[in-house]
């Protein structure tokens, strides 16, 4: 058996490429199952009740968040050491299990820069695309499996989220193909896909009911900076008023979570979706000045704005880890 799981804090790629990628092995005759390393959040949820609304026939049986969850801070109450694992839509320690070299690492897929070493030889796919489900589709698609209506939807709506219905920088003419031959396996126009999408980003953008703490676990991630220890909140919305509106709370999770976590900093990203403007929350002095000097600006009424910069992976993290490596030599 391969088990099969995306990140951390997952988002709707985490979700939707580990049940692809199980079904594209189980599709093969190798066994697999794919969990689940937190809970859904908010737009992943509207897309797993939409699923569950129109595709009845195909998650019969199947659990309320899709995927069964694997606590990834105690692994082996689930797997084995020396299991056979698949990674997706991540590769680095920090969004993974614990002791994630204690186990056999056999695929990763992923559109992330590589940090991992693996135990013995593994099929790895990684590419500088905006999915990781656009290249699960272009497997699937050269091994001649198909994809069923429902997983075409999941596949999709991983695709519209991630490069932001094909809006972020991060997306490439792979990105575009792929959504394009899934929205003909869906007999999806245009119109249907992008009215699809401001749904999504409405339902991630319903925040008011969260906690502080929620928030920012949200769409979190942890990397290895110029030696320091950064985690980064990404809370993409299309209303970043509400946001703004609950600084305080923000800043007092944010001291809390840095401490828990063992962090030298905490990035809060807040990102507006409509306008492709983020604003990095300048709530520790000391970040503030990386930020400022990374960024080549200063903060106005406790945010740094940042047109056009939208991507935690292609552009907010290669600037700082740019920066601080270039202070450090």
């Not at 995306?6 to 979700?15: Q, R, V």
């Not at 969990?35 to 992943?44: A, V």
């Not at 869906?186 to 925040?207: E, P, R, V």
């Not at 800043?251 to 306008?275: C, F, G, H, P, W």
Request: aromatic residues 8%; glycine residues 4%; hydrophobic residues 40%.
């Amino acid at each position: 058996m391969h088990h099969i799981f995306g990140h951390t804090s997952p988002d709707t790629d985490a979700f939707a490429s580990a049940f692809a990628l199980a079904y594209y092995l189980n599709a093969q005759h190798i066994n697999a199952t794919a969990y689940r390393l937190g809970q859904p959040n908010l737009e992943t949820r509207f897309v797993l009740d939409y699923l569950f609304t129109n595709f009845q026939a195909e998650m019969d049986g199947l659990p309320n968040e899709l995927l069964p969850y694997l606590d990834p801070s105690q692994p082996l109450d689930t797997l084995n050491k020396s299991d056979k694992i698949g990674l997706t839509d991540h590769n680095e320690q920090a969004q993974s299990i614990a002791n994630l070299s204690d186990f056999d690492i056999r695929y990763v897929i992923d559109h992330h820069k590589l940090n991992l070493s693996t135990p013995t030889p593994a099929e790895i796919h990684i590419r500088p695309v905006g999915c990781t489900c656009t290249i699960l589709y272009e497997m699937f698609v050269m091994r001649g499996i198909d994809i069923t209506p429902m997983l075409c939807m999941l596949m999709l709506s991983a695709i519209i989220s991630d490069t932001l219905n094909l809006s972020s920088p991060t997306t490439t003419d792979d990105d575009r193909h792929a959504l394009h031959h899934l929205m003909n396996i869906a007999n999806l126009s245009i119109k249907d896909k992008d009215d699809y999408a401001q749904k999504m980003f409405t339902a991630k953008s319903n925040l008011s009911w969260l906690s502080a703490h929620e928030i920012l676990l949200m769409d979190y991630k942890e990397y290895d900076i110029g030696g320091q220890t950064w985690g980064i909140a990404g809370i993409e919305t299309l209303d970043p008023k509400q946001i703004f509106h609950r600084l305080n709370e923000l800043s007092d999770s944010a001291k809390q979570l840095t401490k828990e976590k063992r962090l030298d900093y905490l990035m809060i990203a807040i990102v507006d979706i409509k306008n492709k403007i983020s604003h990095l929350y300048a709530h520790d002095p000391v970040q503030n000045t990386i930020i400022s000097q990374a960024f080549h600006t200063t903060p106005h009424d406790g945010l740094f704005t940042l047109t056009g910069i939208i991507s935690r992976k292609k552009q907010l993290v290669p600037t700082l880890k740019h920066h601080l490596e270039k202070s450090i030599s």
